[in-house]
């Protein structure tokens, strides 16, 4: 049978599947407005009901798919709004239902919610748009109904090379735009509209939570079980989060299609064993699947999973063999149907590329392993022993999990090469010893709760011993993750003829530069932790760095350093480089103890020093030369001019006037530059019109945040860098900028599109 036959006749779910990916795409990427979409579903829909034609059918799914994305896409409610609004927030007046659970944000909360109606520049809007909300005050419930004063924004794009796109993740949702109460009194409201469902699970998730914790409330491993078992990972420490990343291992700690199986397996085998019959057990499982979903929050991967072994388990009741591929083709068939922008979500690419490669992959392989295994075929089996019955069933166990191990591994390849630039080398091994244990903590976890119906010194007895395989898997993940080449960062190398390239990370009022030639890699301060986690880490991780060589922390400011103890982690750093000027920064004081404790204490370097990054390309220090008269930590901080051949960049990191005035009258032309790097600073004007002259840049860029006003670029500056000639690359606008240096000069390059500066040539 050809290919086409088998997928018409044997898996037409598959093709339908195909059919639905082909529609979406086009409608996402082919400006044609959905009415035209429209017409030719009507036209090939008929064709399709006159001729019975699975091509015409094929095709009718296709337009069906593209209307529909057009609709959920560029012709959305939501899409309406974001054309109404822009970057930067404005007051509106808005009336909305709360249509999903809120989670912590910071001191505040942000819950999806369901527009009925918005006033922009006093003119009402009517709309269905789904907006995020963030929320001052006590969390709302769902279904809960306000009319509020508050500010709306077009969601912010990534501002950085690596950075997780919220933007993107959240229009994959039919969300674009966001609106921000400040306050609980600037709410008002207006009545609820109850989920029993969604209350029901709520209830279920809390009692689930206080069930499994019982026993071992606040450690480490109750906050994996529980991350384990209802997707909860707000209290798992980030050290472990970051093992499971490693070790390729992620898709065990929180709930995923994995754990809806392993669900589906445990219930199956209860509802089994109490004498239910098979039938009957399908119409209690798949329900159950589908709220066990609803209790860990509905996440894409957990209602896919749900969807899958319910259309495998649905065909029980109808007495036929499930078809795998089939299934499989079904499930993204329907959630395509209610969710076309799923197609785009990581995730959902993620779950259906491996599962397909596992089917089929993982079942070849583990024959072609049985076959190794198997004794000879010409003695019966019974007159094995017993021993030998042992081996061989747990080689074919053991077969089984290297087979669905390696197919897993081979299916996410190249998705996470794309999205997180990583490749696990450790993941096979680390999934065969993990998988099987993460099995045991939900079937442990699934008996605590069945006895916490009954008696909750059962259920912490269980907790107990669940407690105990928890800490053997965590020991087992980190020690995978700290095996030497275990995993490493994937990027590209830089372009032909690039001698070094500066990326000045757009961190707000904090500041990261890296520094990046063929042969090493060195950092301009961390940034703040948050900054480290989101933006520095996963920036180093797109370029395939896997250690820094070098980090100069130009001063203690927290928004600076804060994020150095997360790099020093992971990736890591070789040298790290300090003036040795005192200051207040408990945070700095805190870096500084902790390299000491681990024996590789930071260097210090005093103006005149020079550090070799890589052949003709150094970082030379200007300043500070001693602290006397130097009262702000921006005032002692580390200025550097990195000279790549005959380019010039000077770092003047947060440095004042004062600072500036220093540097004039001691280093003269020294100071001259091809660029300028400056931050700003925390008490006074920064960026002196005489300063700019001595130093003469051909291009600027200037650090800038909303918050604190100290942060902001003032119009001074603006007007002090125009004097000079020089081109102003205020982050603000830019986001991170990318300095690219060859033989015969370099190239300044804003990372965001728009704005007053696109790019800047500068010759040597």
């Given at each position: 049978?050809?290919?086409?036959?088998?997928?018409?006749?044997?898996?037409?779910?598959?093709?339908?599947?195909?059919?639905?990916?082909?529609?979406?795409?086009?409608?996402?990427?082919?400006?044609?407005?959905?009415?035209?979409?429209?017409?030719?579903?009507?036209?090939?829909?008929?064709?399709?009901?006159?001729?019975?034609?699975?091509?015409?059918?094929?095709?009718?799914?296709?337009?069906?798919?593209?209307?529909?994305?057009?609709?959920?896409?560029?012709?959305?409610?939501?899409?309406?709004?974001?054309?109404?609004?822009?970057?930067?927030?404005?007051?509106?007046?808005?009336?909305?239902?709360?249509?999903?659970?809120?989670?912590?944000?910071?001191?505040?909360?942000?819950?999806?919610?369901?527009?009925?109606?918005?006033?922009?520049?006093?003119?009402?809007?009517?709309?269905?748009?789904?907006?995020?909300?963030?929320?001052?005050?006590?969390?709302?419930?769902?279904?809960?109904?306000?009319?509020?004063?508050?500010?709306?924004?077009?969601?912010?794009?990534?501002?950085?090379?690596?950075?997780?796109d919220v933007a993107s993740w959240l229009a994959t949702n039919e969300i674009r735009s966001e609106l921000s109460v400040a306050r609980a009194a600037d709410a008002e409201f207006l009545g609820a509209h109850p989920h029993v469902l969604a209350d029901l699970a709520r209830k279920a998730r809390d009692w689930i939570e206080r069930t499994l914790a019982t026993g071992i409330a606040g450690?480490?491993?109750?906050?994996?079980?529980?991350?384990?078992?209802?997707?909860?990972?707000?209290?798992?420490?980030?050290?472990?989060?970051?093992?499971?990343?490693?070790?390729?291992?992620?898709?065990?700690?929180?709930?995923?299609?994995?754990?809806?199986?392993?669900?589906?397996?445990?219930?199956?085998?209860?509802?089994?064993?109490?004498?239910?019959?098979?039938?009957?057990?399908?119409?209690?499982?798949?329900?159950?699947?589908?709220?066990?979903?609803?209790?860990?929050?509905?996440?894409?991967?957990?209602?896919?999973?749900?969807?899958?072994?319910?259309?495998?388990?649905?065909?029980?009741?109808?007495?036929?063999?499930?078809?795998?591929?089939?299934?499989?083709?079904?499930?993204?068939?329907?959630?395509?149907?209610?969710?076309?922008?799923?197609?785009?979500?990581?995730?959902?690419?993620?779950?259906?590329?491996?599962?397909?490669?596992?089917?089929?992959?993982?079942?070849?392989?583990?024959?072609?392993?049985?076959?190794?295994?198997?004794?000879?075929?010409?003695?019966?089996?019974?007159?094995?022993?017993?021993?030998?019955?042992?081996?061989?069933?747990?080689?074919?166990?053991?077969?089984?999990?290297?087979?669905?191990?390696?197919?897993?591994?081979?299916?996410?390849?190249?998705?996470?090469?794309?999205?997180?630039?990583?490749?696990?080398?450790?993941?096979?091994?680390?999934?065969?010893?993990?998988?099987?244990?993460?099995?045991?903590?939900?079937?442990?976890?699934?008996?605590?709760?069945?006895?916490?119906?009954?008696?909750?010194?059962?259920?912490?007895?269980?907790?107990?011993?669940?407690?105990?395989?928890?800490?053997?898997?965590?020991?087992?993940?980190?020690?995978?993750?700290?095996?030497?080449?275990?995993?490493?960062?994937?990027?590209?190398?830089?372009?032909?003829?690039?001698?070094?390239?500066?990326?000045?990370?757009?961190?707000?009022?904090?500041?990261?530069?890296?520094?990046?030639?063929?042969?090493?890699?060195?950092?301009?301060?961390?940034?703040?932790?948050?900054?480290?986690?989101?933006?520095?880490?996963?920036?180093?991780?797109?370029?395939?760095?896997?250690?820094?060589?070098?980090?100069?922390?130009?001063?203690?400011?927290?928004?600076?350093?804060?994020?150095?103890?997360?790099?020093?982690?992971?990736?890591?750093?070789?040298?790290?480089?300090?003036?040795?000027?005192?200051?207040?920064?408990?945070?700095?004081?805190?870096?500084?103890?902790?390299?000491?404790?681990?024996?590789?204490?930071?260097?210090?370097?005093?103006?005149?020093?020079?550090?070799?990054?890589?052949?003709?390309?150094?970082?030379?220090?200007?300043?500070?030369?001693?602290?006397?008269?130097?009262?702000?930590?921006?005032?002692?901080?580390?200025?550097?001019?990195?000279?790549?051949?005959?380019?010039?960049?000077?770092?003047?990191?947060?440095?004042?006037?004062?600072?500036?005035?220093?540097?004039?009258?001691?280093?003269?032309?020294?100071?001259?530059?091809?660029?300028?790097?400056?931050?700003?600073?925390?008490?006074?004007?920064?960026?002196?019109?005489?300063?700019?002259?001595?130093?003469?840049?051909?291009?600027?860029?200037?650090?800038?945040?909303?918050?604190?006003?100290?942060?902001?670029?003032?119009?001074?500056?603006?007007?002090?860098?125009?004097?000079?000639?020089?081109?102003?690359?205020?982050?603000?606008?830019?986001?991170?900028?990318?300095?690219?240096?060859?033989?015969?000069?370099?190239?300044?390059r804003r990372f965001l599109e728009g704005g007053s500066e696109q790019s800047a040539r500068t010759n040597p």
């Amino acid at each position: 049978m050809s290919a086409a036959l088998c997928v018409r006749f044997r898996l037409p779910f598959a093709g339908l599947f195909a059919a639905a990916i082909g529609g979406i795409l086009l409608g996402n990427f082919v400006a044609i407005p959905s009415g035209v979409f429209l017409i030719f579903w009507i036209g090939s829909s008929a064709g399709a009901w006159f001729e019975r034609t699975h091509f015409l059918i094929w095709m009718a799914v296709v337009a069906a798919f593209a209307t529909l994305a057009v609709w959920g896409g560029r012709e959305s409610p939501a899409a309406g709004l974001a054309r109404l609004l822009d970057a930067s927030w404005q007051p509106v007046e808005a009336e909305f239902a709360v249509n999903g659970e809120p989670e912590a944000f910071g001191e505040a909360w942000r819950f999806p919610a369901r527009l009925h109606g918005i006033v922009i520049d006093d003119r009402p809007i009517s709309t269905g748009a789904q907006m995020i909300v963030d929320w001052n005050g006590p969390p709302p419930s769902l279904g809960d109904r306000f009319r509020v004063i508050g500010a709306a924004r077009n969601v912010p794009p990534a501002r950085n090379p690596g950075q997780f796109d919220v933007a993107s993740w959240l229009a994959t949702n039919e969300i674009r735009s966001e609106l921000s109460v400040a306050r609980a009194a600037d709410a008002e409201f207006l009545g609820a509209h109850p989920h029993v469902l969604a209350d029901l699970a709520r209830k279920a998730r809390d009692w689930i939570e206080r069930t499994l914790a019982t026993g071992i409330a606040g450690t480490p491993e109750e906050s994996v079980i529980r991350a384990m078992t209802i997707g909860d990972t707000a209290g798992a420490p980030e050290t472990i989060t970051e093992a499971f990343r490693q070790t390729g291992t992620y898709h065990l700690f929180s709930v995923s299609g994995l754990h809806v199986g392993m669900i589906a397996v445990l219930l199956w085998g209860l509802l089994s064993t109490v004498g239910i019959s098979r039938k009957r057990a399908v119409l209690i499982l798949i329900p159950a699947l589908f709220f066990y979903a609803l209790i860990t929050g509905f996440k894409p991967p957990s209602v896919r999973a749900a969807t899958m072994v319910s259309v495998v388990a649905a065909g029980l009741l109808f007495d036929r063999r499930p078809m795998p591929l089939n299934s499989l083709g079904a499930a993204g068939f329907f959630i395509l149907l209610v969710q076309p922008n799923e197609l785009f979500n990581p995730g959902f690419q993620l779950s259906f590329t491996i599962v397909t490669v596992i089917l089929l992959i993982a079942v070849p392989l583990q024959r072609s392993i049985d076959r190794r295994l198997a004794p000879d075929p010409f003695l019966p089996v019974r007159l094995l022993t017993p021993l030998q019955r042992s081996t061989l069933g747990a080689g074919r166990w053991i077969g089984g999990l290297l087979a669905v191990s390696t197919a897993a591994w081979i299916g996410s390849l190249p998705l996470t090469l794309i999205y997180f630039h990583m490749v696990s080398l450790i993941g096979i091994p680390a999934n065969i010893f993990a998988v099987p244990l993460s099995f045991l903590v939900l079937a442990l976890a699934l008996l605590s709760l069945v006895t916490g119906l009954i008696s909750l010194g059962l259920s912490e007895l269980l907790n107990n011993t669940n407690f105990l395989v928890t800490h053997v898997l965590l020991g087992g993940v980190t020690g995978f993750a700290a095996l030497p080449g275990s995993h490493f960062a994937v990027g590209l190398p830089l372009p032909r003829g690039t001698i070094a390239e500066v990326t000045i990370l757009d961190c707000g009022g904090g500041g990261a530069t890296v520094i990046r030639t063929p042969r090493s890699t060195w950092l301009i301060d961390g940034g703040s932790r948050s900054n480290a986690r989101s933006i520095v880490i996963p920036f180093l991780r797109s370029q395939g760095i896997n250690r820094l060589d070098g980090i100069v922390l130009t001063h203690g400011d927290s928004r600076h350093v804060g994020g150095v103890p997360n790099l020093l982690a992971s990736p890591g750093a070789r040298q790290v480089f300090d003036s040795g000027l005192r200051d207040r920064s408990r945070t700095r004081t805190a870096l500084l103890r902790q390299l000491e404790d681990s024996g590789r204490p930071a260097e210090v370097v005093v103006a005149g020093d020079r550090l070799e990054i890589a052949p003709d390309v150094t970082l030379t220090v200007l300043h500070p030369t001693a602290a006397d008269g130097l009262v702000y930590a921006d005032d002692k901080c580390i200025v550097v001019r990195l000279d790549v051949g005959s380019t010039r960049i000077l770092f003047t990191s947060d440095a004042g006037h004062s600072t500036e005035a220093g540097l004039v009258a001691n280093h003269g032309s020294d100071l001259r530059c091809d660029i300028l790097v400056k931050g700003q600073h925390v008490a006074g004007f920064s960026g002196d019109r005489g300063f700019l002259a001595a130093a003469q840049p051909q291009s600027v860029v200037a650090t800038a945040a909303d918050f604190p006003p100290a942060e902001k670029i003032t119009d001074r500056f603006v007007a002090n860098v125009a004097s000079i000639g020089a081109q102003l690359f205020r982050q603000d606008e830019t986001g991170a900028v990318t300095i690219t240096i060859r033989a015969d000069g370099s190239d300044v390059r804003r990372f965001l599109e728009g704005g007053s500066e696109q790019s800047a040539r500068t010759n040597p």
